[in-house]
């Protein structure tokens, strides 16, 4: 499996829509995640979280939105896909270490 097809089917679908793709193979899995350019914050925000507003703003753009797993079975017509949930994210996050 290679990464070309994932990214060219992204910049085609939605150009524009993220700022940046992170795609991770392990073996026979892939893991895409999306980072978009995120909205102005409150104020209240800023202060609750005792950031500036650029701070803020660098910080959220390198928190990803974990978009969905494939499962490649060596066929390019055998594949499985699976949309991330909080839970699987901590799980993933575990067995990464």
């Not at 797993?69 to 575990?94: H, N």
Request: charged content about 30%.
């Amino acid at each position: 499996m290679t990464l070309r097809p994932i990214n060219a089917s992204s910049m085609n679908q939605d150009p524009g829509k993220f700022t940046r793709l992170d795609i991770r193979l392990r073996g026979a899995l892939c893991y895409i995640d999306a980072c978009t350019e995120p909205e102005a914050p409150s104020r209240r925000l800023f202060h609750a979280l005792d950031k500036t507003r650029q701070e803020y703003l660098d910080w959220v753009r390198e928190v990803p939105l974990h978009l969905c797993g494939l499962r490649y079975f060596d066929d390019e017509t055998a594949w499985s896909m699976a949309f991330i949930g909080e839970a699987a994210v901590q799980e993933l996050w575990v067995e990464a270490d």
